[in-house]
């Protein structure tokens, strides 16, 4: 955007270009925007909230030991040396390690949509509209801390641990559980509170344990990081949005929760051909992973709990339910944690192990290149051909 009055889209308004190029050094994602609403998010808009209850961690450290041993022994693809430590964590402490974890993603997703939107600027003709998108390109890093402050807020007041979202955490040495959230869900669902803990350690050492692998954890990363990097802007979007608005909800906190939850407003961010093309190949990534998760899990839950199939079947049907934040997740990273998609996963999983029981499966882990395509998560005889001629 030019400095000269002439050129500006602001005109002879001089308080909103000088308002622009002071938003412009930024950057293009305000971090501190997005940390701020994450945590009033979190924490009921109090900002602060009670420290983990003694009782709940130690119980958590006590069980920890226990589920980590029969873990390694179903996931023996993992390096031994790699034994995470457990951290107990309220909503607040989540929200932040979260944040830091999925900062590179996000940072790609701006970068992306604020180096690509100067090539619709010659598209908009009227006045008006031209600063509108101007203004719109302004406001732009602040509107995507508030996308993603309140989508990470929304998922702290419901994650059991840091692994909910298949999303690799490079470099974590630790493993989160957030405690309040596990002895809500326990007490909501009649569920005896260390039994509950114990499902929690399986699911998130287990899912660490994949993620440890580093053929598997850096082609998911990859392919999230394409995904989200593939977005285009239309500068277009928010003007309608706004324009067609329904304003018959008095609720000002409601109606901006739609409009932070819709990733056609976050700068209108559309889905690129591009995303088009390679979605399937992370969608397939993504269900065979979450299929072998909840395989391993349900087998050391099964040696542990006995009952621990009623947790995991209330569990993953808390994880099928779509809400608002979850579908923004879904439309934003390119994840899709829907019924029938897990239920891919699962069927490919159950595939294998009818041909070739646990050392097939095992081979999924052993060598770049070994996760299956799209075509072969529907089809594992393909996959377990493909691996055997390898």
Request: net charge negative; aromatic share 6%; with cysteine.
């Amino acid at each position: 955007m030019s400095d000269s009055p002439d050129e500006s889209p602001f005109g002879g308004m001089p308080f909103f270009g000088d308002l622009a190029k002071a938003m412009a050094n930024q950057g293009p994602l305000q971090w501190d925007v997005a940390r701020q609403v994450a945590m009033m998010t979190a924490t009921g808009g109090t900002n602060a909230e009670a420290n983990v209850d003694p009782a709940s961690r130690v119980a958590i450290e006590r069980l920890a030991p226990i589920a980590e041993m029969h873990v390694r022994a179903h996931t023996t693809f993992s390096p031994p040396t790699t034994t995470p430590a457990i951290v107990v964590v309220n909503r607040s402490q989540w929200t932040h390690h979260t944040l830091e974890a999925y900062k590179p993603l996000f940072t790609h997703l701006a970068t992306s949509l604020s180096a690509t939107t100067s090539e619709h600027d010659s598209d908009v003709d009227d006045q008006m509209a031209s600063m509108f998108n101007a203004l719109n390109k302004m406001m732009a890093p602040a509107m995507m801390g508030m996308s993603i402050g309140t989508m990470v807020g929304q998922l702290a007041l419901r994650a059991f641990g840091q692994y909910d979202l298949p999303v690799p955490r490079p470099g974590s040495r630790h493993v989160l559980c957030v405690a309040p959230n596990i002895d809500d869900f326990a007490r909501d669902w009649s569920i005896e509170g260390d039994d509950m803990r114990m499902w929690v350690l399986i699911h998130e050492l287990t899912t660490h344990a994949v993620f440890e692998v580093d053929h598997v954890r850096t082609t998911l990363a990859d392919a999230l990081t394409q995904y989200v990097a593939g977005f285009r802007p239309n500068p277009s979007a928010l003007m309608d949005r706004l324009t067609n608005a329904d304003m018959s909800d008095t609720d000002p906190m409601a109606m901006m929760q739609k409009f932070l939850t819709d990733p056609a407003i976050l700068l209108g961010a559309v889905r690129s051909p591009a995303q088009e093309a390679q979605a399937p190949v992370l969608d397939a990534l993504v269900a065979a992973l979450i299929g072998t998760v909840d395989y391993l899990v349900d087998a050391v839950s099964a040696k542990l709990l006995g009952g621990g199939s009623r947790i995991a079947e209330a569990v993953r049907r808390r994880r099928v339910e779509a809400s608002p934040h979850d579908t923004f997740v879904e439309q934003l990273l390119g994840l899709k944690l829907s019924k029938d998609h897990v239920q891919r996963g699962q069927a490919f999983v159950d595939g294998v192990m009818e041909r070739a029981g646990a050392d097939g499966l095992a081979k999924l882990f052993t060598q770049p290149g070994n996760l299956p395509t799209p075509n072969e998560l529907d089809a594992p005889g393909l996959w377990l051909a493909r691996i055997e001629l390898d």
